[in-house]
């Protein structure tokens, strides 16, 4: 019923910056967070920052002062501003959003497929 599509991955050198994007469509009445996860090669998938309705937001420790999410409501998409990266910040990059498909149903939890960024010189 809701997809959610990632896009703006890549390679990029170390220093350097990549914006991801993903777009929410389907049945939709209101989405409340929507964040981003990254999962590297035999780790964990963690947290790298969260945003809510009223654009709160939340990082990592590791991210914090390179990394900005910002949303557009209207556009049901959330963007993930990533700067000075460094080669440990290669992962596959997931995002999530949290979404209620009817006025009186409960929210729902969505990913998308994954895009991968590459840090590398």
């Known amino acids: 019923q809701v997809q959610l599509v990632e896009s703006g991955g890549g390679f990029v050198q170390p220093g350097g910056s990549l914006r991801l994007s993903c777009a929410a469509s389907?049945?939709?009445?209101?989405?409340?967070?929507m964040g981003w996860y990254r999962q590297a090669p035999g780790k964990e998938r963690e947290l790298v920052a969260h945003?809510?309705?009223?654009?709160?937001?939340n990082y990592a420790d590791s991210v914090k002062g390179r990394f900005t999410i910002s949303r557009d409501n209207a556009k049901n998409t959330v963007y993930l501003q990533m700067n000075s990266l460094k080669p440990e910040d290669t992962a596959v990059y997931y995002c999530?959003?949290?979404?209620?498909?009817?006025?009186?149903?409960?929210?729902?939890?969505?990913w998308g497929q994954g895009t991968q960024v590459t840090v590398t010189s």
């Open positions: 999530n959003a949290n979404v209620r498909v009817r006025m009186s149903g409960p929210n729902y939890n969505y």
């Open positions: 389907g049945i939709i009445f209101s989405i409340s967070t």
């Open positions: 945003i809510g309705s009223s654009s709160v937001t």
